[in-house]
């Protein structure tokens, strides 16, 4: 404890903490960034520095950080039942609310789903983990027990286990790791703008990448293929809106070959794309839906996957086969991030906070066009809701433009993100936030981008 006044903090840090997707050696040499507090939209540095946290964390804190009503709720789920598993039969009162609540949510706003149970877990990763088991499960209690790859795209992201991590479609999360797992496929990666051809439509590009995808599924042979998973918007691939036709298209080939579909919602649930769901943005009518980050703000870790009819009616039939459903974690369905989930869709509904994504989506694809649109290096700026991107063209493979902007935007005061597959800074603030703080995080980020020139410049000499 003495160590306290000899060690700082920083040192501390460096000393003891294994950080996740971090650079072991930038850690080393620069010591990390140490956070204080935060409230709204704003972060406070243990220096006394306050940033615009234009990430909302990792695409997370959706009704804004320090809210008094999820602390109070959490606060009194813990003094009355600070926990209750949901093993054998046994539930808690907020558990059961939610699950009612979250089937009831997607049914109502995502024309034509049919959403029968809600099975919870603790994070993005495992929901993603538990629509593989999930898959599988179906497709054994079917008798289809070939019926078990999964495809996936390249650039997606949908977690780091061994499972969800061998979906994510970015080599950079592989690599090291020896991964992906042999029953995962990954097709082409659906973002017009940098992988469309030359003099290729976008409904062209769409009908390449579904034919692509119904070659791969011949080849393979359909009766082997169990699942498809999909981000309504890719959003760590670097925010990527479906071109022209493609769930269209896409959900009539899997239906074809009784190939289910997985919608990871982890991102585009609750609010993010100007709707309650992005299936229901983009017509999606998945089987399988992986819902976390939104879904409690990142006030308590939480997860939550919502199972189709058609996979439920199958389920309903498990235990004279099975006996009894082996899948689940000792805190799914936890009371307490059930009642912070509960709270945060009240604030949610109260502020109507997916109509302000709709409505300030546009504000902030504005300021970015108008700020930095025109700058050289610049080559897409795209976003649906809360979710944006400014994509840089023109640099070599290798280069990192986006995380030298990424600096220099830390250093004026807003916090974005610089993204591992394509050079991407995204935006993605809490849905709460003014237009008044979407025009200073704009300039601040415009300002920044003036400051990296000179290092710009100098990856392309
Ligand atoms: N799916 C998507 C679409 C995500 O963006 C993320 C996290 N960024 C995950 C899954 C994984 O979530 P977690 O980090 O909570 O495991």
């Not at 650039?155 to 969800?164: I, K």
């Not at 080599?171 to 290729?200: I, Q, R, W």
């Not at 949610?348 to 694809?365: D, F, I, K, S, Y």
């Amino acid at each position: 404890m003495n160590e306290c006044t000899t060690r700082s903090l920083a040192q501390m840090d460096q000393e003891s903490h294994f950080h996740p997707v971090s650079s072991i050696s930038d850690l080393q040499k620069n010591g990390p960034a140490i956070y204080t507090s935060a409230n709204g939209v704003t972060v406070t540095r243990d220096n006394g520095e306050t940033l615009l946290d234009m990430g909302a964390g990792l695409w997370c804190v959706n009704v804004g950080y320090g809210r008094k009503e999820l602390v109070q709720a959490g606060a009194e789920a813990m003094q009355q039942l600070s926990f209750q598993h949901c093993f054998g039969g046994a539930a808690a009162e907020p558990t059961i609310r939610l699950a009612d609540r979250l089937l009831n949510l997607f049914r109502s706003t995502v024309p034509g789903s049919d959403m029968a149970r809600v099975f919870f877990g603790n994070s993005g990763s495992d929901a993603n983990d538990t629509a593989i088991k999930l898959m599988n499960y179906y497709h054994n209690l079917r008798g289809k027990t070939a019926k078990k790859k999964i495809i996936a795209r390249e650039g997606a992201y949908h977690g780091l286990t061994l499972a969800s991590g061998s979906l994510t479609g970015i080599k950079s999360y592989h690599t090291a790791f020896d991964m992906p797992l042999a029953n995962v496929l990954h097709t082409g990666c659906p973002h017009y703008f940098t992988f469309g051809k030359e003099g290729e439509s976008e409904v062209a590009f769409t009908d390449r990448l579904i034919a692509e995808l119904e070659e791969m599924i011949t080849r393979e042979g359909a009766d082997t293929i169990g699942a498809f998973i999909a981000e309504p918007v890719m959003g760590t691939g670097g925010v990527f809106l479906p071109p022209k036709g493609y769930f269209e298209k896409l959900q009539e080939v899997l239906k074809r070959h009784d190939i289910l579909l997985i919608a990871d919602e982890v991102i585009t649930g609750f609010g993010r794309t100007g709707n309650w769901f992005g299936s229901g943005t983009y017509g999606l009518r998945p089987d399988i839906v992986s819902l976390a980050k939104g879904l409690t703000s990142a006030y308590f870790p939480m997860s939550a996957s919502l199972i189709s009819r058609r996979m439920w009616d199958v389920f309903e039939g498990a235990s004279e086969k099975m006996g009894v459903m082996m899948h689940g974690f000792t805190y799914s369905g936890h009371p307490v991030g059930a009642a912070i989930a509960l709270a945060n869709l009240d604030v949610m509904e109260q502020e109507n906070l997916t109509e302000r994504a709709a409505l300030l989506g546009p504000v902030l694809l504005k300021a970015l066009r108008n700020r930095v649109g025109e700058n050289p290096f610049v080559g897409d700026i795209r976003g649906v809701g809360l979710m944006a991107a400014v994509e840089f063209s023109g640099f070599p493979k290798a280069s990192a433009p986006h995380k030298i902007v990424a600096k220099h935007a830390t250093a004026a005061g807003v916090l974005t993100r610089a993204l591992p597959y394509l050079p991407v800074t995204s935006f993605s603030p809490p849905l709460t936030i003014s237009e008044a703080e979407i025009i200073e995080a704009v300039d601040r980020y415009a300002r920044a981008l003036d400051a990296a020139t000179p290092e710009l410049e100098a990856l392309l000499a």
